[in-house]
């Protein structure tokens, strides 16, 4: 079932009255206080905060690598993880590092061969099958995991600043390439930046963050025609509103 956007009514990421803290000498660190939200199926939603206001974490406990303290949360289907670093095995091809994907969902080897192909050929990486990763550019690299990621036969991506390290223009490109496959895939993404032109230019919704503890504290609905340029007047409006209320939570923080 759909609604009149398009999108499924079925939440495929949902978070409610999430609580995690974590040991910091003799007293508790809270991360997360509370933290309710809703991705439906379909969705790209984008999440902006300041550094330390638990964007990672939600999506450490999102994908089991942390517990919560109290709450729940929950992705509902197949689910991969983008970090800020490829983070690719050195003595791998790129060919090699996808098929290592399949290989953990115990696909047949003579499968894995041409699988791993035709997702590196979606990411626009033929004839580097072969290649290691030293040999492959920051933006390559980026592109072999986000095939690894899709080797994992996803419903949902959960991505972590996946591009922060990139410079502009190879950044530009992959939010292209990264549009291209969820629109032609029809993926759930939940995507945690700390770049409001760059949330803006990829989202549906923003939800922005709270500094420590984290909450959401406003989400801001995108009605922006696809494409979108980061250049756009109508994108830098909405992208400063975010950058205001950005630094409206860090005054509240420090004040």
Do not use: Y
Request: charged content about 25%.
């Amino acid at each position: 079932m759909t609604n009149e956007a398009g999108l499924s009514d079925e939440h495929s990421v949902s978070v409610e009255r999430l609580t995690k803290t974590f040991p910091h000498g003799d007293r508790m660190l809270v991360a997360l206080q509370e933290v309710t939200l809703e991705v439906q199926a379909g969705e790209f939603v984008c999440v902006v905060g300041a550094s330390g206001s638990g964007k990672s974490t939600l999506l450490n406990v999102l994908a089991g690598l942390e517990g919560a303290t109290a709450g729940q949360a929950h992705v509902h289907g197949r689910m991969a993880l983008m970090f800020q670093e490829p983070a690719l095995l050195p003595w791998l091809t790129a060919a090699e590092n996808v098929e290592l994907a399949l290989e953990l969902r115990h696909v047949r080897r003579a499968e894995r061969k041409a699988t791993a192909q035709e997702l590196l050929e979606l990411v626009h990486l033929h004839g580097f099958e072969k290649r290691r990763p030293h040999e492959l550019s920051g933006g390559m690299k980026h592109r072999v995991a986000l095939a690894r990621a899709l080797a994992q036969d996803a419903d949902v991506l959960l991505m972590d600043e996946p591009f922060a390290a990139l410079d502009a223009i190879t950044r530009d490109l992959l939010h292209e390439e990264l549009l291209r496959l969820w629109s032609s895939k029809g993926l759930t993404i939940l995507f945690v930046t700390h770049n409001a032109r760059e949330a803006v230019r990829l989202g549906d919704r923003v939800l922005v963050f709270t500094s420590r503890p984290g909450r959401v504290a406003h989400e801001i609905r995108v009605d922006l025609a696809r494409p979108r340029s980061l250049d756009s007047p109508e994108l830098a409006v909405i992208a400063g509103r975010i950058t205001e209320r950005l630094k409206q939570e860090t005054r509240l923080r420090v004040g």
